[in-house]
T-cell receptor, first 117, second 114 residues
Framework: AQSVTQPDIHITVSEGASLELRCNYSYGATPYLFWYVQSPGQGLQLLLKYFSGDTLVQGIKGFEAEFKRSQSSFNLRKPSVHWSDAAEYFCAVGGYAGGTSYGKLTFGQGTILTVHP | AAGVIQSPRHLIKEKRETATLKCYPIPRHDTVYWYQQGPGQDPQFLISFYEKMQSDKGSIPDRFSAQQFSDYHSELNMSSLELGDSALYFC?????????????FGPGTRLTVL
């Protein structure tokens, strides 16, 4: 079974500080990994995704993530956080799980980011 | 660019009533996924369709049913509503056949059961 763990429920950073959100996954086959961001009461916006190739992927809004197979991790980073980055961030894993199970996503519990001015 | 459309955006129902949520995927997308996100929870996969056939099933209650129509839109039918069904329901669509393609999420339908 596939699973995702985001160890940090809530993170607070100062504006301009660097950010790293942790994500660990468990998946029986080749994982396809995603980071989504959700503002309160809003939908899910894709920040970035990893399918294969370069293990450091760039996303929108200055975010990047690094896939580390040996550590089963896909941590999200940003060098300088802006107040508008305050939101909830979800890591998700998907892929081919056999049969007709194409691409359903399993999400982590989410990390709420608060940004202090 | 066209996005996933969900209707209604908000829905208030009484216990034991029924509700129908609709999802209109991005044009040409033939795969639809439904997710349920309870208050303070992560989204949970309910069910998916590919080319109008159910392709996968998650933790969807027997009181719920769904289908995908010839124009690829999908409807989630919920009967005998319970207080615990109050949640944000997301639909996502993807161009099927290649599971590495990205799922694009709609804005969600917020269902409140009183």
């Amino acid at each position: 079974a596939q699973s995702v763990t985001q160890p940090d429920i809530h993170i607070t950073v100062s504006e301009g500080a660097s950010l790293e959100l942790r994500c660990n996954y468990s998946y029986g086959a080749t994982p396809y990994l995603f980071w989504y961001v959700q503002s309160p009461g809003q939908g899910l916006q894709l920040l970035l995704k990893y399918f294969s190739g370069d293990t450091l992927v760039q996303g929108i809004k200055g975010f990047e993530a690094e896939f580390k197979r040996s550590q089963s991790s896909f941590n999200l980073r940003k060098p300088s956080v802006h107040w508008s980055d305050a939101a909830e961030y979800f890591c998700a894993v998907g892929g081919y799980a056999g049969g007709t199970s194409y691409g359903k996503l399993t999400f982590g519990q989410g990390t709420i980011l608060t940004v202090h001015p | 660019a066209a996005g996933v459309i969900q209707s209604p955006r908000h829905l208030i129902k009484e216990k034991r009533e029924t509700a129908t949520l609709k999802c209109y995927p991005i044009p040409r997308h033939d795969t639809v996924y439904w997710y349920q996100q309870g208050p303070g929870q992560d989204p949970q996969f309910l069910i998916s369709f590919y080319e109008k056939m159910q392709s996968d099933k998650g933790s969807i209650p027997d009181r719920f049913s769904a289908q995908q129509f010839s124009d690829y839109h999908s409807e989630l039918n919920m009967s005998s509503l319970e207080l615990g069904d109050s949640a944000l329901y997301f639909c996502a669509s993807r161009l099927g056949g290649e599971y590495t393609d990205t799922q694009y999420f709609g804005p969600g339908t917020r269902l409140t059961v009183l």
